[in-house]
């Protein structure tokens, strides 16, 4: 058989044609923190940094870390991002990712961007947007309750759920600006009982935050009391060791709680930065101004259902005017927080209620010490009558013993009876100083 022309015996190295890179499915639920296992499937991790593409088996890229995607739905996935990507896709400043990182693990803040909120409150570190949640190290103890608040409230509460099966009669009071449904102002009126996107977020990570406090709050207080009512019975040098650790750890708790409810009542002080939170406000008025300007463009609003009636220009100008109740209304957002304000002023109380009952046990130890240091002092001043009345009779038999001649010597039986009215005198003498040191009030009773 002969050769076909163009082939060889050899096998010609033809340059790889790359597949093009297909997109990830959406990522299915993972049970963190769940009795199931997590599925094997290695589309559920995206790497994200210069490409955002999906890494199979790929190595951590330098700067990355581990975050957790939530979408209004309550869908999550779990992204390794570097600073860069979380950057241009949250739209923040970079030194806001220094609020989130180890150096300010303990403090509190919660800050209004342009088309994000940074939060961090305690161990929930988390960038909020108008349409998604990136929480940071999602899989830590204590940030678990977090992620599992997130996926049960979220699909119950997201106001903009199964926006896109509205019937044909819902779809008259809506706008559309290519990517999502949004509602005219007169027809949200049914829906302002519920927050924004953002705001129930904000509220499951305070709701969180004050949970977790309340709760180390009583672990302390069911430490703090049995420690302390053993140093009131016993004052021992175990027991003060142990006071001594309550009150470091009460005062860690207390600067931690008064960070976040110091934030808090900042936030309170300032309707301006209230304002500036309302991230869907902001994002319903840009969608809206898209669509008026495409509107006016063309002369018309277009629409991309036939059932949509055309909106009157009157009721068009209010898309852009009207924002829920206006910009300046904080209204929600200020009950919001109040409400937390008042629970953390309550854990704040509870902690200054413990702190005063070591206060006052510790004034209860030091009269302990204090009257035992009396009742000492009054016997060694006792003791120092004694001595002065005993040395008093030895100067007596001092002054007998030596070789001086003196009557008294050649007096039969003397002796018992000096020795007798010597010691008798010592004890008057003992009585007399004993009996003046009481009335001058140096001895007690």
Known sequence: MGKKPGSSSRTIGWPRLRRPARSPPPAPMLPIGGSSSPPNNSNSIIVGGGGGGVGKGKKKTGGAKLWMRFDRSGRSELVECDKSAIVRRAAIPARDLRILGPVFSHSSSILAREKAMVVNLEFIKAIVTAEEVLLLEPLRQEVLPFVDQLRQQLPHKSPFQGAGHM?????????????????????????????????QVLEIALEVVCTYLDSSVADLERTAYPVLDELARNVSTKNLEHVRTLKSNLTRLLARVQKVRDEIEHLLDDNEDMAHLYLTRKWIQNQQSEAL???????????????????????????????????????????????????????????????????DTEDYVNIQ?????????????????????IAAETLIAGLFGMNIPCTLYKINGIFGFFVGGSSAGCVLLFLLVLGYARWKKLLGS
Do not use: C
Request: charged content about 20%.
């Open 167 to 199: 019937d044909e009669q819902d779809n008259e009071t809506h706008v559309s600006t290519g990517r999502q449904w949004l509602p005219v102002p007169e027809a949200t009126e049914g829906l302002q009982y519920d927050l924004p996107f953002e705001f």
């Open 293 to 359: 300007l495409g509107a006016a463009a063309s002369n018309s609003i277009v629409t991309t259902s036939p059932h949509l009636r055309r909106l009157s220009s009157a009721r068009s100008g209010s898309l852009v005017t009207s924002n829920f109740q206006g910009d300046n209304d904080v209204e929600d957002l200020e009950m919001l927080l109040e409400a937390y304000f008042m629970q953390l002023d309550g854990t704040r109380n509870k902690i200054l209620s413990v702190r005063e009952y070591i206060d």
């Open 369 to 389: 010490l204090d009257n035992q240091r009396n009742e000492l002092i009054q016997l060694q001043l006792t003791l120092t009558i004694a001595s002065f009345a």
